[in-house]
């Protein structure tokens, strides 16, 4: 994560962990780019104090001075956009976040791939399939971007390399 959103040297500069004093995890905060954080807050420890902290802690430690900074507000969260106004924030034109859900007290849909395709695990290097699929990737979140700014497939070696932890 920290190597392809180019924020940092290490996980603890990129991540910032707030916790009771139980030691129960009370929020999160992550670096989506050097330019844009992410506050993920416990509903019950939310408190303005507790938001206004997380946004100081991401201007001090993720933002680039003279840059514009990113914090991602859900449109339900009336409560962190005052703050953000109040410390100079403003709205971003065309940037908007869908929020989709699924009730998980029902049952979940078939999950078997239609008639003729497949799940498999993605080819070897040599392939090309690594190179197309990371192209068709940065082009899905850089339609706007000249092809030219590309940098490459080797990113995508990043988050491949994350562990999988299962039970």
């Not at 999160?28 to 939310?46: C, G, K, M, W, Y």
């Not at 859900?74 to 009730?103: C, V």
């Amino acid at each position: 994560m920290v190597e392809n959103v180019g924020v940092v040297d290490s996980l603890e500069q990129a991540v910032f962990l707030w916790e009771t004093a139980a030691g129960q995890l009370a929020a999160v905060l992550n670096a989506d780019s050097r330019t844009e954080a992410v506050l993920t807050i416990h509903p019950d420890f939310q408190t303005p104090e507790l938001e206004e902290e997380m946004i100081a802690v991401a201007e001090r430690n993720l933002g680039i001075p003279g840059q514009r900074f990113f914090a991602f507000v859900h449109s339900l969260n009336p409560s962190r956009q005052e703050i953000l106004r109040r410390r100079g924030y403003s709205e971003s034109d065309g940037l908007r976040e869908h929020q989709w859900r699924y009730d998980l007290t029902t049952a979940l849909p078939d999950g078997r791939p239609p008639q003729g395709y497949a799940v498999r695990s993605i080819g070897d290097l040599g392939s090309g399939e690594w190179q197309r699929r990371s192209w068709v990737s940065w082009r899905a979140f850089h339609p706007d971007e000249p092809d030219e700014d590309y940098e490459g497939w080797e990113w995508s070696l990043n988050w491949q390399a994350i562990p999988i932890v299962s039970s």
